[in-house]
């Protein structure tokens, strides 16, 4: 069995690490887009194709032609798009979902193999980490199981987001003055690495940056 794995984050480069060493399989990594060609894809011609923590829009010949995956941080169909953890931690959001689906022309819309619930509670690192324990043996599974995974549809009401920009990581005057400490909290631990860091902007127009905070009861 050949594998292609296109990942960049690194939560999901230890998931393909691991899938690697434990699989047995063939398991190509690929990290950069413009490794994602039809052309090169071909010439590896792999029977499934994994996409964690992918950023960018993957051709349709690829997803037409080769099964692919996706694996997205949310209860899929809400917080589909980009940035999802961190739209939901700030959002208030105490509970969230690993889901893998199949990959379509539309954007996460795809049908469910995979739908594994995790906590939001703790830093991004401990979230990351809950992520990459399932990820990794979801994906054990889905390799064992391959091809005759069971998938069904997406139910709810989609929500949609865009990615997060790095000028959005600021703490205005505004969320100060408005903002509770919860808010304020929830947004700080959300833009820990590897997001651009929540900061400030101080009187001589320098950015102080807060890696971490903590609430006081």
């Not at 590896?44 to 996706?70: H, Q, R, S, T």
């Not at 509770?180 to 631990?189: D, G, H, M, V, W």
Request: include cysteine; charge should be negative.
């Amino acid at each position: 069995m050949n594998i292609v794995g296109c990942a960049y984050q690194r939560w999901a480069l230890k998931i393909f690490d691991y899938i690697k060493q434990r699989s047995g399989v063939e398991f190509k990594i690929f990290k950069t887009p413009t490794d994602v060609t039809l052309k090169n894809i071909d010439s590896y011609n792999p029977d499934l194709m994994l996409f964690y923590g992918w950023d960018w829009k993957v051709l349709d010949a690829i997803v037409e032609k080769y099964p692919c995956l996706g694996l997205h941080s949310s209860p899929l169909p809400k917080y589909r798009g980009g940035s999802p953890l961190q739209q939901q931690i700030m959002n208030g959001e105490v509970e969230s979902a690993v889901s893998i689906f199949k990959m379509t022309k539309y954007l996460d819309a795809g049908d469910l193999c995979v739908q594994v619930p995790f906590s939001l509670d703790g830093s991004l690192y401990e979230i990351l980490e809950q992520i990459t324990e399932i990820g990794r043996h979801e994906t054990l599974k889905i390799i064992r199981d391959f091809p005759n995974l069971t998938f069904w549809p997406q139910e709810g009401e989609a929500t949609m987001f865009k990615r997060n920009k790095a000028e959005e990581s600021e703490i205005t005057k505004e969320e100060l003055s408005l903002g509770t400490a919860q808010y304020l909290f929830n947004k700080i631990r959300s833009l820990q690495g590897p997001c651009p860091h929540a900061f400030l902007t101080c009187a001589d127009g320098q950015k102080l940056y807060i890696l971490e905070a903590e609430v006081e009861e």
